[in-house]
């Protein structure tokens, strides 16, 4: 029973992490209808941005995490937006395809211009945060871990006040809706977009750092696994829909953990990819999704 | 001049498409000698050492005059870490550069897919630290200065019971990487024939950075020590993970350890890990400490590490062998590598033996407040 707890413990901040950066793959989708392949590398950038921050800050103090952890949102909040102005702006009503391309292109730019300015070989990440393991009912509960879950909720409940509760959120969800009518209506399309942008990255940063956190070994290719198990989460939970990429990203985590701890631990990838099939195969727009039929 | 060009295109014609372009080049008066490394990506650490240690070796021998009267010309080629680079790699050294051997590589699963390579164009290959047996039973032309992993399979399973006493194992292997499959499969045979007991397997996979779902799984099991057959980036996450579950057991591995980044990255987590390797800087032996003060020398003061050690030992394995040949024909140098016997090296005494596998004695070393520290040498 100890071990059931501790693995879902283990599960649940690997997939709180994987909810994070699920999501900002998710509101890209929902506002442009096209998946930032770069988002990964975003996640990459943030979690360097916090290996820098993490050397002028005093380590272990809960202040000094939390500035990293803003600056590095902050930081990758801007590398959003600029990627998103000098990359994709241009293609705006081209070819869906053509975007794709294109963030796979700038993702192959961030992850090798990576390599020249940060280096291949993998780097320690500082303990930012204070460390502290308890012992409770037999379990071990990392400090580290309960960070990664506190952390994820409260970025959940501010994105969701955001998208719900204000002006820019409901200007968000117009876009989304519709673009035409909501420049018809006096939405800044262009402000919006970059707006998600923003957000999106922010939250990836905050997976960058929350993950290194854990697993203290980044590099500039680190993005590519976790990015790549963040969106099966998001199309898990239906592509577009914010509620569905959290819960996507924590079913992929847990299932993952327990996997793992299994015989079967070699199929890890295989059986999480394999649920994606089936899930898909019953519900084609996901867990969560509404599966729209297209208008002629 | 003649005879150099000769020597040069004659393997090249009978192997390569190319054969036409070498016409048109000139003569080169030196021997090329190809290398194929992971000078970036994951084994990066490993890659970079093992070539400051051939560059070293090249640039030693040149100084001495070279062999056969030119000099030696080190061509270097990254396959950054990945898989299916190596084979690509192998052949454009082979065809376009005509090198007469190749030296590579640190991973055996890369060695193992350029070796075919050079076995079908008759080129010597020598590796400097694969140490799965499966490279060189690639076929004849593959030789290797480190020693392998069933013997250093058997010498931690005897440093296990005789060092650390421990008798109740948990394998925690990378499924994979060959040489991790390998060293679990070459400890364990011997510490179960010897009375051990290995209480639990668990596996990951290369890349991964999660390892606590497996240690929670061997923790209700009670083991007196884990065995991580792996490389160290794994290794380092795999003991803070440890720690972090409170597991306080000594965790150990193999040569796929050694490098500063275990420390780097684990921290504290590493203190009281032991792993077993090639050498020690610490070794008091004459030539060692010439090779370490050269190498502090040319590298800006770096210590050289096991990979260095045997990356210069790979080069001058070969340069030996090709001096003792005479001559850079693939078939010569390939028969006079077979009959290294005795070689003095930085690494120990090398004898290539029926299998052109090296017999050697293995050290092993902890880590101590934050260094690596030499233990005891355990001889096969």
């Known amino acids: ?296 | 001049m003649i005879k150099a060009l000769r020597t040069l295109w004659l393997p090249a014609l009978a192997f390569t498409a190319f054969a036409a372009a070498a016409i048109a080049q000139t003569p080169a008066a030196t021997i090329k000698v190809g290398e194929f490394a992971s000078l970036t990506g994951k084994e990066a650490a490993f890659g970079q050492s093992s070539h400051k240690g051939t560059l070293l070796a090249i640039e030693e021998l040149n100084a001495r005059g070279g062999a056969l009267g030119q000099q030696f010309e080190l061509i270097t080629e990254d396959n950054q870490s990945k898989q299916g680079e190596s084979a690509t790699i192998a052949k454009k050294l082979i065809s376009r550069d005509k090198v007469i051997a190749l030296l590579g590589e640190v991973a055996s699963g890369r060695s193992l897919e350029a070796a075919p390579i050079a076995q079908n164009a008759k080129i010597p290959m020598v590796s400097p630290s694969s140490t799965n047996p499966k490279v060189t039973e690639m076929g004849s032309y593959i030789f290797r200065v480190c020693f392998i992993d069933p013997l250093q399979g058997r010498l931690l399973a005897k440093f296990a019971q005789n060092t650390l006493k421990a008798k109740r194992v948990a394998l925690l292997t990378s499924v994979s990487s060959p040489y991790s499959v390998g060293l679990a499969k070459f400890f364990k045979e011997p510490f179960i024939a010897q009375g051990g007991e290995i209480v639990i397997e668990q596996r990951f996979s290369e890349n991964d950075k999660d390892f606590k779902a497996q240690l929670t799984a061997i923790k209700p099991t009670k083991p007196d020590a884990i065995f991580v057959p792996g490389y160290y980036t794994e290794a380092a996450l795999i003991c803070k993970q440890a720690r972090d579950l409170g597991l306080e057991i000594p965790i150990f591995g193999g040569d796929g350890w050694e490098a500063p980044q275990l420390i780097e990255i684990g921290g504290k987590a590493v203190e009281g890990t032991y792993y077993t390797t090639h050498y020690s800087p610490e070794s008091t032996s004459p030539a060692v400490q010439k090779f370490v003060a050269d190498f502090r020398a040319k590298f800006a003061g770096e210590t050289p590490d096991a990979m260095a050690a045997l990356g210069y030992d790979s080069a001058m394995v070969l340069a030996d062998a090709i001096k003792r040949a005479n001559t850079t024909e693939g078939p010569k140098v390939r028969d006079a590598l077979a009959a290294t016997k005795n070689y003095s090296g930085i690494t120990g005494m090398i004898t290539i033996d029926a299998k052109r596998n090296a017999t050697k004695s293995a050290v092993v070393v902890t880590v101590k407040d934050g260094q690596f520290k030499f233990v005891e040498t355990i001889a096969p």
């Open chain 1, 1 to 296: 029973m100890s071990e059931f707890l501790q693995q879902l413990l283990n599960g649940l901040s690997l997939g709180a992490i994987y909810a994070l950066i699920a999501l900002g793959y998710t509101m890209v989708y929902g506002v442009l209808r096209f998946i930032n392949f770069a988002h990964s590398d975003v996640f990459m950038v943030g979690s360097f941005i916090g290996y820098y921050m993490g050397r002028l800050v005093p380590h272990e103090t809960l202040w000094g995490g939390l500035v990293v952890l803003a600056v590095a949102m902050i930081g990758c909040a801007i590398l959003g937006m600029t990627i998103e102005r000098l990359a994709y702006r241009r293609l705006r009503g081209s070819p869906t395809l053509n975007v794709l391309i294109t963030a796979i292109g700038v993702s192959l730019l961030l992850e090798y211009s990576g390599q020249i300015f940060f280096g291949a070989a993998p780097r320690n990440f500082p303990s930012i945060f204070p460390v502290r393991n308890f012992e409770v009912a037999g379990i071990i509960v990392g400090s580290n871990q309960l960070i990664v879950i506190a952390v994820s909720v409260v970025l959940m409940i501010v994105l969701q006040f955001i998208v719900y509760r204000t002006k820019i959120g409901t200007a968000m969800r117009a876009v989304s809706l519709n673009p035409k009518a909501a420049t018809l209506m006096g939405v800044n399309n262009d402000v919006v977009i970059s707006f998600t942008f923003g957000l999106g990255s922010a939250l990836a940063a905050a997976g960058g750092i929350l993950y290194a956190l854990n697993y203290p070994s980044i590099d500039p290719l680190m993005g590519v696994m976790p990015g790549l198990k963040a969106f099966v989460a998001a199309i898990l939970g239906g592509i577009g829909n914010i509620p569905g990429a959290a819960l996507g990203g924590l079913i992929l985590g847990t299932v993952e953990t327990f996997v793992n701890g299994s015989q079967w631990s070699t199929y890890k990838d295989a059986i999480a990819f394999a649920i994606l099939i089936i899930i898909l195969l019953f519900r084609p727009a996901g867990l969560l999704g509404r599966f729209t039929v297209e208008k002629v």
